[in-house]
């Protein structure tokens, strides 16, 4: 999911944006530019051969630019340099499977929750896990980098497991694979491409009983960023994604590509 906190790189990335640049002026209300990253995730977001943006994410920002009425583009930033883009006026809204935490709030403002979901183990169907900290002590976990899965890999299992970090989902579904690391952890729905493709027959999802989540990072749901002075278009948009909802546009949008619908409840 891309479901996420800044790690402290980005976070001092974002530090010297703030100090290089002088606060952007509020997105004109006529055109926006939404940034994305340019790391597939499937089913969330994928480009295609040709250069179009397909998948849950694309087909609701234009959903979105439809009901405001707007003129819209998709740029692509490298997901490590996205939060310091959008403070660098590169492009007006980031929507991204970025999940909303306190410390990203320090920095960026966030739209009212678009989707909401959870982190989960993945593993070959014959691999016996106990998914504690003490159960996966010794075992190599990969997870994708700058996430929010990989912040509470981190600080959930760091200690005692192999933590692997991976610049894309694609780098660790490879790696799991070719047996380099024991398990993977990625968003509950970030999993539906991976395990229905040849590749992922032989794997499943290994649960999330006995794994303590953290409220602080999985509570607040995903959130499209802006600059904390667009409060204009924050409210533009939180108005826009709850009309999407309460015409069934959103549920429509959703159940394209999951089996149900993602609205935070």
Known sequence: MKSMLRNLTLLAAVGMT???????????????????????YPPFLVKTPTGQFTGFE???????????????????????GIIPALLANKFDVLFNSMGISPERQKVIAFSRPYYETTGIFVAAKDTRLTLTPQGLAGKSI????????AEFIRSAYGKDSEIRIYATQDDCNAD??????????????????FL???????????????VKMDPLLYGLGVGAGLRKSDT??????????????????????????????LWPQ
């Open 176 to 193: 799991l694979l070719a047996g380099r690391i024991d398990v993977m952890f990625l968003d509950k729905l970030g999993d539906i491409a």
């Open 196 to 210: 229905s493709s040849a590749d992922g027959a032989a794997y499943e999802e290994k649960g999330t009983g006995s």
């Open 232 to 261: 204009a278009l924050k409210e533009r948009i939180d108005q826009a994604l709850t009309q999407l909802h309460e015409t069934g546009k959103y549920t429509q949008i959703s159940q394209k590509y999951f089996p149900v619908d």
């Open 58 to 80: 694309p087909d609701l920002i234009r959903a979105l630019c439809e009901q405001m009425k707007a003129e819209c583009e998709i740029k692509e930033v490298a997901w490590d």
């Open 18 to 40: 703030l100090c290089s640049f002088a606060a952007p002026a509020s997105a004109a209300e006529d055109k926006l530019r939404f940034g994305v990253a340019a790391e597939p």
């Open 142 to 149: 990969g997870v994708q980098g700058s996430t929010t899965n």
